[in-house]
């Protein structure tokens, strides 16, 4: 592996493209293959159990394709499975709470978040360790969001069912006086149109894979790993289960990056 071999990214689905957006704004240069788990979307709903058995298949495959190192576009797996993995793989492996957390608190003025993520994520109270980790006196409400996942997957992104489930979470979450909404399911940011329709200028809304693909930036940079190289990236998708939907549904959201996307089994 060198300097100019893929980064790994996976998600359940399509969430881990907000991930890829950033990549590609602020590391074009960078190659990715990208795996989605189609076939067990959502994640918000599985056991510690199964996300692990997930995540050794898929981090399997992405090493056998020779990747550089992982960024895990889940807020799911980064918030429960993350640490043991990336003490079991020797590659650098990354994820999107700690830099979530991290951007969070340069955010709020009042010492006051809001977590919206799945419902696995809210039970791990990872968010809510990583920012009290950094500012102690800060107070993180979390909530899960159950239904956005299901709506981002087949590409709904506006209209009265994503403004209805919007009230319904988000509502709770501001009333708490909370300044700063982080988006802790890699999901979300694509519902940004209605959230802040609803949330109102006032409250600043988190994206973690911005902060994410900072500090990924600065790992390759230490670790001499940066492609710095003049070819042309290439971007390759897989999924392991439906394919059609991904791709109308991911085309949608990253525009023409996405030209193809293979169907793989993993078991
Ligand atoms: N996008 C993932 C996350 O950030 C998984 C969501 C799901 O499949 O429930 O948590």
Known sequence: MGKTSPIGIFDSGVGGLT????????????SFIYFGDTANVPYGN??????????????????????KAIIIACGTHSSITLPELSRHYSLPMLGVVKAGARAAVKCSKNGKIGIAATQATVNSLAYS??????????????TACSRFVPLVESGRLYGEEVNKAVREYIGPLLERGIDTLVLGCTHYPFLVPAIEGFAGKNIITVDPSCQTIVEIREVFSQKGMLNDDNCRAFHHFYVSGNDDSFYKVGKNLIGDTLKEVRKVNLD
């Open 19 to 30: 991930v890829v957006k950033a990549l590609l704004e602020q590391m074009p240069a960078e």
């Open 46 to 67: 599985k056991s510690r159990e199964q996300l692990f058995n997930y995540a050794h298949k898929i981090i399997s495959f992405l090493i056998k394709k020779k990747v």
């Open 129 to 142: 360790r990583e920012i009290k980790n950094i500012c102690p006196g800060f107070e993180v409400y979390e």
